[in-house]
C-alpha cells in the first residue's frame, strides 16, 4: 500500500466517524431531555464519544496529512477539507440546537477549540492542494 492509499484510508475512516458522531449527537439533541449533551444511539456519554468520535478522528486526519504531505493527491486534500468542514458546520448546528438560552455550561472553550480543529484541518487541506499545484506547476516547466 502506496502512502496515498494509507492516507486516503485514514481520511475516510475519519470522514465516518465524524459522521457517526454528528448523527449520534442530532439524536441525542432531538431525543433526549438533556439536548445535545444527552446520549443517543451510541452507549456513549459525551466525554467518551467526543474523544472516540471527535479526538481520534482530527488525529487520524492530521497523521493522514503527514503520511501524503510530500506525495501530490488531490483527494487528500479535498477530504481534509472536508473533514474540517464537516466539523465547523457541526459545531455550529450543535450551538444553534442548543440555543442562545440553554445551559452550555463551559461548551464556550470546547466549542472554540473544537473549531479552531476543524479550521487546522482546512488550512492542512489547503496547504497541501496549494504545495501540490506547485509541484505539478514546477514538474511541467521542467
Do not use: C
Request: net charge positive; glycine share 12%; proline share 2%.
Amino acid at each position: 500500500m502506496n502512502k496515498v492509499s494509507i492516507s486516503i484510508a485514514l481520511l475516510i475512516a475519519s470522514l465516518i466517524l465524524l459522521i457517526i458522531y454528528g448523527a449520534d449527537v442530532l439524536i441525542a439533541s432531538v431525543s433526549s431531555e438533556e439536548g445535545v449533551r444527552g446520549i443517543g444511539f451510541l452507549p456513549f456519554g459525551e466525554q467518551v464519544r467526543g474523544i472516540v468520535f471527535g479526538a481520534i478522528p482530527v488525529i487520524m486526519s492530521i497523521v493522514a496529512f503527514i503520511i501524503a504531505r510530500k506525495v501530490t493527491s488531490k483527494a487528500v486534500s479535498i477530504l481534509l477539507i472536508v473533514n474540517g468542514g464537516l466539523i465547523i458546520v457541526g459545531i455550529v448546528v450543535t450551538m444553534m440546537q442548543a440555543g442562545p438560552s440553554a445551559d452550555t455550561g463551559g461548551m464556550q472553550r470546547t466549542v472554540g477549540f473544537t473549531a479552531a480543529l476543524g479550521i487546522l484541518l482546512i488550512a492542512l487541506g489547503a496547504w497541501k492542494a496549494f504545495r501540490d499545484k506547485r509541484a505539478h506547476r514546477n514538474q511541467t516547466q521542467s
